[in-house]
């Protein structure tokens, strides 16, 4: 194994280890004794990639993002309709932050050490840019009633998945994530989408959420 390689797969481990350690324990109460611990690395090891538990967190932000963009720009590049699109990335919100320990602490530490701003754009304003976008389509392709204000909309939606997420962590029910973005969706929908359509969204809504 040449050394970049080498290299490559120590920084793999540490950002997993620190992924496990801030989702177990918090960005405040972790130590970095501990991530080295969970990581199988050296002190040195860790030194060689990043400077502090800040840059660490920083690193596993970058990385979350990095993987969660990727999936839902997958989602996306399918051009089914947008807002069936638009509920597979809230699928996403659940299902790949259970799958990936990256993302989960990803959308952990972006709440926690908030004034982030990562190697591109911070998240939030490219999760804004990605929702605005699949809701003028949904807008343009007509499943969405002609009077909602698009921008206003893909802030509120952002908002509520977001906060779907933090009162779930915060009330120790993450198991019942996918439970509360379904409702969000049942709830929002009546609101949003012309009355003869309503009952195909609903229906994708209830299929997409149970399976995921």
Excluded at 12 to 23: K, Q, T
Excluded at 189 to 196: G, Q
Aim: charged share 25%; net charge negative.
């Amino acid at each position: 194994m040449g050394r970049q390689v080498r290299a490559e797969v120590t920084r793999e481990a540490v950002l997993g280890g620190a992924a496990e350690v801030f989702v177990r324990l918090g960005y405040a109460n972790a130590s970095l004794n501990e991530i080295i611990d969970e990581a199988g690395v050296t002190k040195g090891a860790l030194y060689f990639h990043f400077g502090s538990k800040e840059e660490l967190a920083r690193g596993v932000i970058d990385a979350g993002c990095e993987r969660f963009a990727a999936a839902a720009r997958s989602k996306m590049e399918q051009r089914a309709p947008a807002l069936e699109t638009a509920i597979e990335v809230s699928v996403l919100n659940a299902s790949l932050s259970e799958s990936d320990r990256i993302v989960r602490a990803m959308f952990r530490l972006v709440v926690e050490i908030g004034d982030y701003h990562g190697n591109e754009v911070a998240p939030f304003g490219s999760w804004f840019t990605s929702m605005l976008e699949l809701m003028q389509r949904a807008h343009d392709e007509g499943d969405l009633e002609p009077s909602i204000d698009v921008d206003a909309l893909a802030y509120l939606l952002l908002q509520s998945l977001i906060g779907a997420r933090t009162v779930a962590a915060a009330l120790s029910r993450n198991e019942q994530l996918t439970e509360q973005i379904e409702s969000m969706w049942s709830i929002m929908l009546p609101a949003l989408v012309p009355a003869d359509k309503l009952g195909y969204f609903l229906q994708f809504v209830s299929r997409r959420l149970r399976v995921s």
